[in-house]
């Protein structure tokens, strides 16, 4: 079984601050990936990044970074200096190598930055 | 032309009524997915077909009845569906390789609908 925790429901800050969303997930497989969603008011999910199990390297990606912990099973999310166009529901999801290899979605944090 | 196309964008249907929801992808892609978004719930798969083959069905009501002539469209066709049946219904697509689903998922911009 897999399941994905995104324990923050919403989150509200002012613009510049930085914010951590955070994910943890379970599973019993050695290899699996891991992803993260960006899903606007306009609706579509758009994908943010995958990582794979065996590359616990932290990524950086602009204003984005993201932190990768197996030993703490966490796959946390953190944007630099918010602004008011990253307001959006962000989705961690989970995807095992076996089975039918469909990712499973967290529930969603809705992060809002005010200006 | 966006990677994949929705349409509607807003339905509002009676119980009552026959409906269908459309989703085409212009990436190329050979596996596309109805998933269902309900206010304060997770996002629920409902069906997932790959190469026009439906290979996931997550015990939806057979009220909802996907269509997927082709590899770059698929439909969803409802009928007498229910008030708890409103939520916005996302279509997502992707690229099989060798067999293998990557996860990464092409989403549209969802069919609001509304059931009366």
């Known amino acids: 079984a897999q399941k994905v925790t995104q324990a923050q429901t919403e989150i509200s800050v002012v613009e510049k601050e930085d914010v951590t969303l955070d994910c943890v997930y379970e599973?019993?497989?050695?290899?699996?990936?891991l992803f993260w969603y960006k899903q606007p008011p306009s609706g579509e999910l758009v994908f943010l990044i995958r990582r794979n199990s065996f590359d616990e390297q932290n990524e950086i990606s602009g204003r984005y970074s993201w932190n990768f912990q197996k030993s703490t099973s966490s796959f946390n999310f953190t944007i630099t200096a918010s602004q008011v166009v990253d307001s959006a529901v962000y989705f961690c999801?989970?995807?095992?190598?076996?089975?039918?290899?469909?990712?499973?979605f967290g529930r969603g944090t809705s992060l809002i930055v005010h200006p | 032309e966006t990677g994949v196309t929705q349409t509607p964008r807003h339905l509002v249907m009676g119980m009552t009524n026959k409906k269908s929801l459309k989703c085409e992808q212009h990436l190329g892609h050979n596996a596309m997915y109805w998933y269902k978004q309900s206010a304060k719930k997770p996002l629920e798969l409902m069906f997932v077909y790959n190469f026009k083959e439906q290979t996931e069905n997550n015990s939806v009501p057979s009220r909802f009845s996907p269509e997927c002539p082709n590899s770059s469209h698929l439909f969803l066709h409802l009928h007498t569906l229910q008030p708890e049946d409103s939520a916005l219904y996302l279509c997502?697509?992707?690229?099989?390789?060798?067999?293998?689903?990557?996860?990464?998922?092409?989403f549209g911009e969802g069919s609001r609908l509304t059931v009366l």
């Open positions: 997502a697509s992707s690229q099989l390789i060798q067999g293998e689903n990557t996860g990464e998922l092409f």
């Open positions: 599973t019993r497989d050695t290899t699996y990936y």
């Open positions: 999801a989970l995807r095992e190598s076996g089975g039918s290899y469909i990712p499973t």
